[in-house]
């Protein structure tokens, strides 16, 4: 008796693959993403204060926060399709993108901060490396699941 071949039995359960689907879910699903990430921000500062820290928050200029929903708008498409295609993509639920997301998103700061004036007296204030860690962690858990949930696809 012939043992049946389990990617191709995988591979036959899965559908099509939706491009244009997985785009517009990931997009609007990285803009959602990206304003929990902002709001858990705020949150986060607040608390710290309560509790004596002090926090020094900068307020984002118009540019910032463009850039910042554009990122999260960008990556987000980009993993909706990816998705669409690659079963294994969300695994673990968007916290490999968010770490991922992290890791850039932490070399873009250092080199942005290099070429601000100033930037040495910004760096003495900045929250933990586990901060925002936690924070894209929020971002990728936050993108998956409305990812998910739009395009009416689970995840792996």
């Not at 099509?16 to 993403?33: D, F, H, M, S, T």
């Not at 928050?57 to 554009?70: I, K, R």
């Not at 294994?88 to 601000?116: C, E, M, Y």
């Not at 007296?121 to 490396?129: L, R």
Request: hydrophobic share 45%.
């Amino acid at each position: 008796m012939a043992r049946a071949d389990p990617k191709a039995e995988m591979k036959a359960e899965r559908p099509p693959p939706r491009p244009a689907l997985g785009l517009a879910a990931g997009i609007a699903a990285g803009l959602v993403a990206s304003a929990t990430m902002v709001a858990l921000q705020k949150r986060a500062a607040r608390l710290r204060r309560e509790a004596g820290a002090t926090v020094s928050v900068p307020e984002p200029d118009a540019v910032g926060s463009f850039t910042h929903y554009l990122v999260g708008g960008m990556l987000g498409g980009v993993y909706g399709v990816l998705a669409e295609y690659r079963h294994d993509a969300p695994a673990g639920f968007g916290t490999a993108l968010g770490l991922a997301t992290a890791a850039l998103g932490d070399q873009f700061r250092v080199h942005a901060a290099k070429a601000k004036p100033g930037a040495e007296q910004a760096h003495a204030v900045a929250p933990a490396p586990n901060y925002n860690k936690a924070m894209y962690l929020m971002y990728g858990i936050t993108l998956d699941g409305l990812r998910a949930l739009m395009a009416r696809r689970g995840r792996g």
